[in-house]
């Protein structure tokens, strides 16, 4: 079944909100997750009664799920939702939140993402990801994800001719955009030199192409439109998404995510082409992901990937802004906030306050979730395409 | 190509000894018919009893058809490797003391694409390899991508060895060499590189002819070893405890007593004297040391070998006292397996039919021959076996076993 998704049309996102990373934290989640309520209720300027819904993903947050952080922070809901879908939850939380506000289930949602890092808590979590990572992979080599994204990047590095330097410009020009970033845990500069030249980790995965795991939290509103206007709240309007999980479980290796299954519909609901795109916030916990998000989502076709990285340039005032606060490589990735961060970073160049420089003349832009590597392979994929709202 | 080891150097004796580590051991119980079988050393996945469809990672319910039926059965591990890496920083000591850890993925023909260690010699992506299923240090089951074709050398890779007691340049001691499979074992740990065998010796006053076939040996040295006696085990352990990297328990009574005929207990007694008691005295004498050097370089301390029988597992009555001494030893060897298990050391247990000796006279053919019987020893630690049911007797009564132990139970009392 295809087509005939219906719209958004009353349904923004608004105060992008991001609790500045650190390496390591002695808090816990909840802090993290805490703050990031309080920072969204500071800049919609409402009261933490307002808040009437709420979506979290966060991995360090257990035992605790969603429900125990309601009772934690003292807030009463009348709908709530707990997104353990790693990179992918900041979409899904958006798309279940824009469903519940349209209906009027609720009125202004609260989707927060957040993790702390405490020494040693990455090693664990890496070891206890999922039951078939458990049994299956972390006894070969205890890599983690380097390790499995070693196979994918192995592999498309073969199939499809691509250089190390193509995977280098990607990291060196997110760097170039984190530069004036506050919030970046890595903001020196990079050159592909020093890309080129950084110690192997997970052949062919370099320093530089890996995250650094860190803590943090990011956030934003999901509201009707009315409800924005009357708070005077800059806002932008959600003009498509998509979701899968689980796809294509016949191809050998992941050379392909969900995306490509539902890219037609996602820009047929949005009424444009990747061409109209000021900007791609892909998730890029490691560039070949990026790559392949750049394929399945139509801006370059199968296997041109590298060819056209090679055409654009990727920074602020270049060709297709590419995670223009820095993404995961320059920001740090706080866990399940991972995915989070493109979607504010999204809202506050639509809405003309970044972090970093404004893209010029950016009417809308596309943001993408990739999550959870169960075995071998990333199971949720998941995209919006957000828009400004003048 | 895997480079032949060679014989390593006198240890350094101001070194300081590494401490053993072993990988993540924590599985799904239902996880655990892979090392059913890998154990056996054969390799095993599930397979859906309704669709045939052949799963991995082991899971509860078919992906295909949903059928919870599934079984373990044995699988042709020919694949093709597709991808590679070699995971230079792992996230536990285990593998950072052992990197670069080559892995990869494999497509299997048979179906699923499996995640394995990969062997040195396989080529490059894409490529035709072979998978096995193997026991690691924590005891739990990895896969491993082997060449398509042997190669040199090729038991010699560092993530085989990892899964492997090859007695090659090891240090070996036989707790009774003067038995007939003390003796072929000796031989056979010899035959396969073994650098230096302590042969123990009981009563030496007592000829064996067997002992004498073995003595004059250049890489055998006869020790005094009396498992009944506590004074005999710990004084030889405090002389070479901390020097033996193998140590296969051959000791062993055995009369003939059918409870039917038999009176008083002096019989049993001196069964469970050497069989059980023997057992646990060499535990807790050598089991220390050996654990302590269980990651000791390329000649570490590695594997435990104890020569039980297939009547451990089901009482034959002619032979009752003995099969109880048997089972009793059986039950101490798991816990001495548990013991084993933080270190990495493996504990092989071995359950021979009726062996071709003086004891299993009026027994009926097929016996297996102690040479045989040696030749299953020295094939288990090559290849990491740790359950080892070597002759067709013992491969009969296992499946008989397997297949239902109360019909054993009854088929044996006659």
């Given at each position: 079944m295809s087509g005939g998704r219906r719209g958004y049309d009353d349904v923004v996102l608004a105060a992008p909100v991001t609790i500045p990373y650190v390496r390591?934290?002695?808090?816990?989640?909840h802090w993290f997750l805490a703050r990031t309520l309080a920072e969204l209720i500071k800049a919609a300027g409402i009261?933490?009664?307002?808040?009437?819904g709420m979506a979290v993903s966060s991995f360090s947050l257990a035992p605790d799920t969603a429900v125990g952080f309601t009772q934690h922070v003292g807030l009463g809901l009348r709908w709530l939702e707990h997104m353990p879908?790693?990179?992918a939850s900041a979409i899904l939380q958006l798309r279940r939140a824009a469903r519940a506000v349209e209906s009027g289930d609720a009125n202004i949602v609260a989707c927060i993402g957040g993790d702390t890092n405490h020494v040693d808590s990455f090693r664990q979590g890496v070891a206890n990801f999922s039951q078939f990572a458990r049994d299956a992979?972390?006894?070969?080599?205890?890599?983690g994800p380097n390790g499995s994204f070693a196979f994918l990047t192995d592999y498309i590095m073969r199939k499809d001719n691509v250089e190390p330097a193509d995977f280098g410009k990607l990291c060196v020009a997110q760097r170039a955009n984190a530069?004036?970033?506050?919030?970046?845990?890595?903001?020196?500069p990079l050159t592909l030199e020093d890309y080129l030249g950084s110690r192997m980790i997970a052949d062919p995965i370099r320093l530089f192409d890996c995250v650094m795991p860190c803590a943090g939290a990011d956030g934003f509103l999901v509201t009707r439109r009315s409800i924005a206007e009357k708070l005077g709240l800059p806002k932008v309007s959600l003009l498509a998404t998509i979701e899968r999980h689980n796809?294509?479980?016949?191809?050998?290796?992941?050379?392909?995510?969900g995306w490509a299954q539902d890219v037609n519909e996602l820009y047929e609901q949005a009424g444009?082409?990747?061409?109209?795109?000021?900007f791609l916030q892909a998730?890029?916990?490691?560039?070949v992901i990026v790559m392949m998000q750049m394929e399945d989502l139509g801006f370059?076709?199968?296997?041109?990937a590298a060819e056209f990285v090679r055409r654009n340039t990727f920074t602020i005032d270049g060709?297709?802004?590419?995670?223009?606060?820095?993404g995961q490589l320059s920001m740090g990735q706080a866990g399940a906030a991972g995915g989070h961060l493109g979607v504010v970073e999204a809202i506050r160049q639509l809405i003309g306050?970044?972090?970093?420089r404004q893209i010029p003349d950016t009417r809308r832009g596309l943001v993408s979730g990739f999550g959870m590597i169960?075995?071998?392979?990333?199971l949720c994929t998941g995209a919006a395409i957000l828009g400004n709202d003048a | 190509m895997t480079k032949p080891l060679s014989k390593?150097?006198?240890?350094?004796?101001i070194v300081r000894t590494r401490l053993p580590t072993v990988p993540?051991?924590?599985?799904?119980?239902?996880?655990?018919g892979i090392t059913a079988a890998a154990a056996r050393g054969v390799f095993a996945l599930q397979r859906c009893e309704d669709c045939s469809t052949i799963q991995y990672?082991?899971?509860?319910?078919?992906?295909?058809?949903?059928?919870?039926?599934l079984r373990w059965r044995e699988v042709d591990g020919?694949?093709?490797?597709?991808a590679r890496t070699t995971i230079?920083?792992?996230?536990e000591l285990y593998f950072r003391e052992r990197a670069p850890w080559p892995t990869g993925i494999v497509k299997l023909d048979c179906g699923p694409n499996v995640i394995v260690g990969l062997h040195q010699d396989c080529a490059p992506p894409p490529a035709r390899v072979r998978v096995i299923a193997a026991l690691d240090k924590g005891g739990q089951t990895i896969l491993i991508a082997i060449p398509e074709k042997d190669t040199p050398?090729?038991?010699?890779d560092p993530i085989l060895r990892e899964t492997t007691s090859d007695p090659k340049f090891r240090k070996v001691l036989?707790?009774?060499?003067?038995?007939a499979v003390g003796a072929a074992v000796v031989e056979a740990l010899i035959g396969a590189g073994a650098d230096y065998v302590w042969a123990g010796v009981a009563e030496p006053w007592k000829v064996s002819r067997h002992l004498e076939r073995i003595?004059?040996?250049?890489q055998v040295t006869v020790v005094p070893l009396d498992v009944t006696e506590e004074t005999s085990v710990r004084k030889l352990a405090g002389n070479i405890g901390g020097k033996v990297d193998i140590l296969i328990n051959t000791a062993e009574y055995h009369r003939v007593e059918n409870l039917a005929h038999s009176q008083g207990a002096e019989t049993a007694r001196a069964e469970m004297e050497t069989n059980y008691f023997g057992l646990l005295r060499l535990a807790q004498w050598f089991g220390p040391a050996l654990r302590s050097r269980?990651?000791?370089?390329?000649?570490?301390?590695t594997a435990w070998v104890n020569i039980l029988?297939?009547?451990?597992?089901?009482?034959f009555p002619a032979h009752s006292t003995f099969s109880a001494s048997k089972a009793a030893a059986y039950s101490l060897s798991q816990s001495l397996r548990a013991a084993m298990q933080p270190s990495g050391i493996r504990v092989i247990n071995v359950f021979p039919g009726p062996i071709d000796d003086e004891w299993n006279q009026l027994l009926l053919p097929p016996k297996l021959a102690p040479a045989a019987l040696a030749a299953a020893v020295i094939t288990a630690l090559k290849r990491g076996i740790e359950d080892v049911y070597p002759g067709d007797v013992a491969q009969e009564w296992l499946a008989r076993f397997l297949d239902n132990p109360k019909a054993l139970e009854r088929e044996l009392a006659g």
């Open positions: 390591f934290s002695v808090r816990s989640a009261r933490k009664a307002d808040i009437d879908m790693g990179g992979v972390y006894p070969y080599g205890a890599g530069s004036s970033n506050p919030y970046a845990l890595l903001r020196k796809a294509f479980p016949d191809d050998p290796i992941q050379i392909r995510g444009c082409g990747p061409g109209d795109m000021d998730y890029d916990d490691y560039p370059c076709r199968k296997g041109e060709s297709l802004p590419l995670n223009t606060s820095g306050q970044p972090l970093t169960n075995y071998d392979r990333g | 390593p150097k006198r240890k350094n004796p993540a051991t924590t599985r799904a119980r239902y996880t655990q990672p082991p899971r509860e319910a078919c992906a295909n058809c949903l059928s919870v039926r020919a694949g093709e490797l597709i230079r920083y792992g996230f050398s090729m038991e010699d036989v707790t009774d060499a003067k038995s003595r004059q040996l250049p269980a990651a000791d370089g390329q000649s570490s301390a029988s297939i009547y451990a597992l089901s009482n």
